[in-house]
């Protein structure tokens, strides 16, 4: 099992009914189904030796028959319609199941399993935004499941978000951060065919904010052949998705990946959109908005190019930024995006809330977020039935790996809205905090964030301008109004250049998006492998200043963590808090004294709740 993972981990089995397998298609089953069409729900499919019926949704079949590695299989999936209950035989026993719609990507659906007197229900992957979970009691199959008539037994569950620890971030609706992109390209010229405009992220999921925005600008959108053909499906299925008119010849275009297809013309200027998710408000105030001319030393803009139409190209900070004819603000190249294909923390436990079953079962895990006190009893025991020694899952976790230390199990579990203002900016002094005194918060002492600053701080008065905090699309809107613009000039000059050296156009605030590891070009792979997978599609700088990750990351470690110094590289931090001299010093002591690190262990052990000698 790997360190950390983005995509599904779970094994495929259903423990509540056997001969069942979601998702997972290496193993022996009665009965196999796929909950949607991205390559780490895929796993065996094309193996040779799989030839059994698979159930899924018309459109994932569709989705996945464009791929022509999966041709052989194709002929093996059945579809079935969603909220049209049906029957399959096991070795055991009878199972209805129904395909629920779900909010992920095209096609993707969760399953209702029911019979033998069990009930589980698989989600595959999911976005729990408020808007899809609350319609869920519409449905009439999960209606009794949602009042409390019956109880499913067990939630197999889209977990993406427990792989980047606590405090685990909210996550704004994949509206708002549309909402929010179109508002800056408002600012981009649309008639200057030597601009261009691509969307960095091409995984199956992300059409949703390529037809908002190009259907909004009324551009036209461009890619490669499989794409098109994906976009023409999707299309065609206009009942879930709006309907896109492609290669109308008109201007803006927008491109799907960064190759422009033979025959296209190559623009003098790209503007990339990229997804990101782990960002803050701080930082996007600070150095993803447009820059003023009257704001900034002109004399340090180097022009690199410039479009027949006057519209230049600059290179400022390490930064490219074009300047329109006539504009007063410089406008960056890369567009952040805030979009996400999976539930946050907040929103997973609304969706189980919502239903309230007797377990939970995790279905993107590790090792790593176990130790650091991911189990089902910490972040939904109060939402289920079951007793907190009942849950499959954390049973299951605690013979593999042990218990966590007790300081884990017992705190309480830390989330933070980096949208806030006030969160955001605590969270960095408590940070600030232990930096300045040359040391790392250990297990059990990670703060949860309130909601009220601490007022007799200095130089507050501008970061709490306005008490309210901003909507993202209100800032960029209103960058011009006084509030908002002596609240951004703090945040440029501050706090920017407190706590980051950003200065390179190549530097990427998508990292740790649903997207970051996928390859444009790529259709639907959604995942990764491993830690050093993760480390070394970091993004990389032109400069030579070091360069950090913008958001405040979980600053907890386990003490795997800080012994393996092995992952610290020189080149750069994996995050900017991690006192690398101090986790030296802890290693060497632990390596010292090997009889001591031996009986933390058996003393570890002993607290064990599900120990038995």
Not at 402 to 410: K, L, Q, S, V, Y
Not at 529 to 535: M, Q, Y
Not at 541 to 547: G, Q, R, V
Not at 600 to 608: H, I, V, Y
């Amino acid at each position: 099992m790997s360190g950390k993972a983005m995509g599904n981990t779970f094994d495929g089995d259903i423990y509540e009914f056997p001969g069942i397998a979601v998702d997972k298609f290496n193993i022996r089953a009665d009965a196999y189904f796929l909950t949607h069409s991205h390559k780490d729900h895929l796993l065996g499919l094309i193996n040779k030796s799989f030839c059994s019926r698979v159930y899924c949704s018309l459109l994932t079949k569709q989705l996945i028959a464009l791929d022509k590695r999966y041709k052989d299989v194709i002929p093996f999936l059945v579809t079935r319609d969603y909220n049209t209950p049906f029957e399959v035989l096991t070795k055991t026993t009878r199972v209805t199941v129904t395909l629920i719609n779900s909010y992920h990507a095209p096609g993707s659906c969760m399953f209702l399993f029911e019979g033998n007197e069990k009930v589980a229900l698989v989600t595959g992957d999911i976005r729990a935004e408020s808007w899809w979970t609350s319609s869920l009691i519409k449905n009439p199959f999960l209606f009794p499941y949602i009042t409390g008539l019956k109880q499913l037994d067990q939630v197999y569950l889209d977990t993406t978000f427990s792989y980047r620890g606590e405090p685990y971030i909210s996550i704004m609706p994949n509206s708002d951060g549309i909402f929010a992109a179109i508002e800056l390209l408002k600012l981009y010229p649309k008639n200057d065919k030597e601009i261009q405009f691509s969307f960095m992220d091409a995984v199956s999921g992300s059409e949703e904010a390529w037809f908002q925005i190009v259907n909004y600008f009324n551009g036209d959108l461009m890619g490669d052949g499989h794409i098109m053909k994906r976009v023409k499906l999707i299309n065609e299925n206009s009942d879930v998705y709006t309907p896109i008119q492609c290669n109308k010849g008109t201007l803006p275009r927008f491109h799907v990946g960064t190759i422009i297809q033979p025959g296209q013309e190559q623009p003098t200027v790209l503007i990339t959109i990229k997804h990101t998710i782990d960002f803050n408000i701080v930082d996007y105030t600070g150095f993803c908005l447009p820059k003023k001319l009257s704001n900034i030393d002109t004399n340090n803009l180097q022009l690199l190019n410039e479009t027949k139409m006057g519209t230049k190209l600059y290179q400022f900070e390490c930064r490219n930024w074009i300047l329109p004819p006539g504009a007063e603000e410089l406008l960056p190249t890369n567009v952040k995006l805030m979009f996400s294909r999976h539930s946050s923390y907040e929103e997973s436990r609304k969706f189980i809330k919502q239903f309230k079953p007797k377990s939970v079962y995790p279905c993107v895990e590790s090792k790593l977020s176990w130790m650091n006190g991911f189990s089902v009893g910490r972040v939904f025991g109060d939402l289920c039935t079951n007793e907190p020694h009942e849950h499959r899952y954390d049973i299951e976790r605690f013979r593999a790996f042990g218990n966590p230390d007790i300081e884990i199990r017992n705190r309480k579990v830390c989330a933070i809205n980096r949208w806030s203002f006030t969160q955001c900016i605590e969270e960095a002094e408590f940070v600030d905090e232990y930096t300045r005194k040359g040391e790392v918060p250990f297990k059990g002492t990670l703060k949860l964030v309130t909601k009220d600053p601490v007022s007799n701080q200095e130089d507050r008065s501008a970061a709490y301008s306005w008490k309210r905090d901003f909507r993202l699309q209100g800032i960029i809107a209103g960058r011009g109004e006084e509030r908002y613009k002596r609240l951004i000039n703090h945040h440029r000059e501050v706090k920017q250049n407190k706590f980051f050296d950003i200065r390179s156009d190549g530097y990427s605030s998508s990292y740790d998006s649903d997207s970051y590891f996928e390859n444009a070009s790529s259709t639907d792979r959604d995942s990764i492998s491993d830690v050093s997978e993760l480390e070394q599609q970091q993004p990389t700088t032109a400069c030579s200043a070091k360069m950090i990750n913008s958001s405040f990351s979980s600053i907890e470690q386990s003490f795997a963590d800080l012994t393996r110094t092995d992952e610290l590289r020189e080149d750069g931090f994996v995050s900017p808090f991690i006192n690398s001299s101090r986790i030296q010093h802890i290693t060497n002591s632990l390596q010292a004294d090997r009889t001591n690190w031996f009986e933390f262990k058996l003393q570890s052990l002993s607290r064990n709740k599900y120990h038995q000698k």
